[in-house]
């Protein structure tokens, strides 16, 4: 080859060789690209979509179900829909360890109270399990939308309590609708009074990363037409 060749040949490397540093050092001062390419992970099911996202976090939305939450991208997190329930778990682990939101379907001039016992108290004496009321479970301005159900049972005495452990008598009642050993809990949106939810927490909070970190996923439940 000869000398003017090579030199023609040395310069184009060098050239490309700066470019590919340009490009490389772009990518590092663009926070979305490392964010959506490298750094984060979220796990959806098919017929589960993102709607709004940032570096921390994403709104999940279900149009099957017609709700909506925030989840966060700092932990490997995966957003699973089975057998009609939605679960919010760590990637890999099963998903009865996760947490979960069912939605249910009612007749909107029925009240939230009316369509939880006839969903799931019909075969219960008012005796043993009941629908109560429960604070909401966080403060947020558009809370006063929205209606808190629990399914309880009576405040057991001392003797039964130490005789039947910290549940007292909530074997008596729907299993997995009875609120007992973690937080759980009935959410139904005013606005929307043909459905509510079922959210399924436990004793420890994933959290949204949404501007309030305070705030766990079930927090930012949302429903949606």
């Known amino acids: 080859m000869k000398k003017h060749q090579l030199i023609i040949l040395g310069i184009a490397i060098v050239l490309i060789g700066i470019i590919v540093l340009i490009l490389m050092k772009g990518a590092e001062r663009n926070p979305s690209l490392i964010e959506t390419t490298g750094e984060t992970h979220l796990s959806l099911s098919e017929g589960l979509d993102i709607i709004e996202e940032n570096k921390e976090s994403a709104t999940v939305r279900s149009l099957e179900h017609g709700i909506s939450f925030t989840v966060p991208y700092s932990e490997r997190i995966a957003v699973t829909k089975e057998e009609g329930r939605i679960y919010v778990h760590t990637e890999g682990a099963d998903l009865v360890s996760g947490q979960w939101i069912e939605v249910f379907r009612k007749d909107p001039v029925v009240s939230l109270d009316a369509a939880i016992t006839e969903q799931f108290l019909s075969n219960y004496s008012t005796d043993d399990c009941f629908v109560g009321s429960l604070p909401f479970p966080y403060s947020k301005e558009d809370s006063d939308k929205f209606e808190v159900r629990i399914i309880t ?71 949606t037409e």
């Open 153 to 223: 049972y009576p405040t057991p005495s001392i003797e039964d309590s130490e005789e039947l452990g910290p549940a007292g008598t909530a074997y008596k009642c729907p299993n997995e609708y009875t609120t007992s050993m973690g937080l759980s809990y009935f959410l139904m949106d005013k606005n929307h009074p043909d459905k509510y939810a079922y959210i399924f927490v436990g004793q420890e909070i994933i959290p949204s990363r949404t501007n309030d970190y305070e705030l766990g996923w079930h927090d930012t439940v949302q429903f």
